[in-house]
């Protein structure tokens, strides 16, 4: 998923904040970030609003088309 996600990360550069975390345990951002947003699966995308409201979740590998119809939503 990492290739499919540094393109949307291209494509979108400075239309959405896109970030990559990686899963490794002992890293409390990650940990932090995996509690606050109920994180138990890799790969999770979380979709936040810019008020802080998760728009989304999604669990598991999808095409990159899905992770797109996610970002269209956000506001």
Known sequence: MKPVVD??????????DIRIMNGSSGNPDVEGLSQTFGIAYVPTFVFVNSDGTVSAKIVGAVPASRLEEELARLR
């Open 7 to 16: 393109g949307l990360v291209r494509k979108y550069a400075g239309t959405y």
